[in-house]
T-cell receptor, first 113, second 114 residues
């Protein structure tokens, strides 16, 4: 059974810093890995999707990497802004991608102005 | 597209009552998922459908929970009878398997059972 762990559980940094959020998964036979953002009381917004054949994906100030052999993914946020404050969730898809996602518990990020 | 649409956004009900949550997936998507989010357990997959057919309901916590997808544009999650421990946020998500299976989530239904 796939298990996904995110470290740290919470992070508070000053505005402008570059930061890395970590995600690890136990079963390397994933179909893809997806990073989401969740604002308080809101739904999940998809940030980046990395297919199992890819090593990284970039969108604006966000860069996500995937290392299947070590069971790890990282989300890099450049030049952080207060608007980046949210909970970031990573989720692994298995079984051809149609079997749903296994989520980590998330990293609660606070960017101090 | 308006995205995944869930209703109601908030539901408060008394213990023992029947609760029905509704979901309209993104048009053209062929997979639909129901998740539950709690502080203690995070996001958990309850059940998913491919092409309107239930594939795996092993995440459904008890027989009190049931889900249907009568057509490609509508799904329901029903709890009967509801209990206080069912209080959570319930999310519906959809994806298109042939397009890398990126999942898109609705805004969720916050259920409170008193």
């Amino acid at each position: 059974k796939q298990e996904v762990t995110q470290i740290p559980a919470a992070l508070s940094v000053p505005e402008g810093e570059n930061l890395v959020l970590n995600c690890s998964f136990t079963d390397s036979a994933i179909y893809n890995l997806q990073w989401f953002r969740q604002d308080p009381g809101k739904g999940l917004t998809s940030l980046l999707l990395i297919q199992s054949s890819q090593r990284e994906q970039t969108s604006g100030r966000l860069n996500a990497s995937l290392d299947k052999s070590s069971g790890r993914s990282t989300l890099y946020i450049a030049a952080s802004q207060p608007g980046d404050s949210a909970t970031y969730l990573c989720a692994a898809a298995s079984g051809g991608g149609a079997d749903g996602l296994t989520f980590g518990k998330g990293t609660h990020l606070i960017i101090q102005p | 597209d308006a995205g995944v649409i869930q209703s109601p956004r908030h539901e408060v009900t008394e213990m023992g009552q029947e609760v029905t949550l509704r979901c309209k997936p993104i048009s053209g998507h062929n997979s639909l998922f129901w998740y539950r989010q709690t502080m203690m357990r995070g996001l958990e997959l309850l059940i998913y459908f491919n092409n309107n057919v239930p594939i795996d309901d092993s995440g459904m916590p008890e027989d009190r929970f049931s889900a249907k997808m009568p057509n490609a544009s509508f799904s329901t999650l029903k709890i009967q009878p509801s209990e206080p421990r069912d209080s959570a946020v319930y999310f519906c998500a959809s994806s298109l398997v042939s397009k890398g299976t990126e999942a898109f989530f609705g805004q969720g239904t916050r259920l409170t059972v008193v």
